[in-house]
């Protein structure tokens, strides 16, 4: 607001008198703000011509989305090719478990089926847990291979 050579802007519901500069920048924030917030938000309308051009909204609130009856993907519900993808890697899973050894498949099951502690089965079979660990490693090493095969 200008008054007769006085520049004011208002915080707080008070009116403070600052220089033309601030209160240009202040005006050109302001500005920003209610374009961010208000007119992104809805639609425009626009004269070009001898024409009227709707200028959609950028955002849309959730509400008004639902009282045009959008429908939304359920969230909790895997979306079929992720589940695709799942089954496929399951499937070459299974093949690659096939490969192992009888030593190698007691060590996956005793580890990741039945959640026992590195230290558990090393205390098992009697080996170090340095061992176990670098077995543990390598068999899933060979896993990944097979799977990426």
């Keep these: 607001m200008k008054e007769k050579g006085k520049w004011y802007i208002k915080v707080e519901g008070k009116q403070i008198e600052v ?18 917030l208000n007119d ?18 950028r955002e849309d609130s959730y509400d008004r989305l639902l009282e045009l009856d959008r429908q939304f993907p359920d969230e909790t519900e895997p979306l079929p090719e992720d589940t695709a993808v799942k089954v496929d890697l399951i499937n070459k899973l299974e093949q690659a478990l096939h490969t192992l050894s009888d030593s190698e498949m007691n060590l996956i099951q005793q580890l990741f ?37």
């Design 40 to 57: 992104l938000k809805q639609d425009r309308f626009v004269l070009e011509g001898e024409r009227v051009v709707k200028i959609p909204s």
């Design 19 to 36: 220089s033309e500069e601030v209160h240009r920048t202040y005006s050109k924030g302001e500005r920003k703000e209610r374009y961010m």
């Design 113 to 149: 089926y039945l959640e026992r502690t590195e230290r558990e089965v090393c205390q098992e079979l009697g080996i170090p847990k340095t061992t176990l660990h670098r077995l543990k490693m390598r068999v899933l090493g060979k896993l990944k291979k097979e799977i990426e095969k």
